[in-house]
């Protein structure tokens, strides 16, 4: 059993960044693939970045390539998303989520992760 907190998002302006944060509970949190998604206001939740348990690939949703650094410290159970250069397009609720059996082709897929968080705000300004 995995519960997950996020933090970290709030209001920016465009250009701007902001560090989002996730706290683990649970002794296993290291054997979990960690992911970050994000839903905009009537639209399907979406896949942004993952990491693997060891922290040693990291995958991006094109949309956030290149401004968006995922990262993890298993001795403090935190999963971090670092989003720069942002954009109005990027105001969504932002979810954390644990996968522990990673099926190739399918980490972008929401339905296959295990647990969730309550999901943080991050609103953009133009």
């Known amino acids: 059993q995995v519960q997950l907190v996020e933090s970290g998002g709030g209001l920016v302006q465009a250009g701007g960044s902001l560090r989002l944060s996730c706290a683990a509970s649970?002794?296993?949190?290291?054997?979990?693939?960690m992911g970050w998604f994000r839903q905009a206001p009537g639209k399907e939740r979406e896949f942004v970045a993952a990491i693997s348990w060891s922290g040693g690939s990291t995958y991006y949703a094109d949309s956030v390539k290149g401004r968006s650094t995922i990262s993890r410290d298993n001795a403090k159970n935190m999963v971090y998303l670092q989003m720069n250069s942002l954009k109005p397009e990027d105001t969504a609720v932002y979810y954390c989520?644990?996968?522990?059996?990673?099926?190739?082709?399918?980490?972008?897929?929401?339905?296959?992760?295990?647990?969730w968080g309550q999901g943080t705000q991050v609103t953009v300004s133009s």
């Open positions: 989520a644990a996968i522990r059996e990673v099926v190739a082709g399918l980490l972008t897929f929401p339905r296959e992760y295990d647990y």
């Open positions: 649970g002794r296993t949190f290291s054997s979990y693939t």
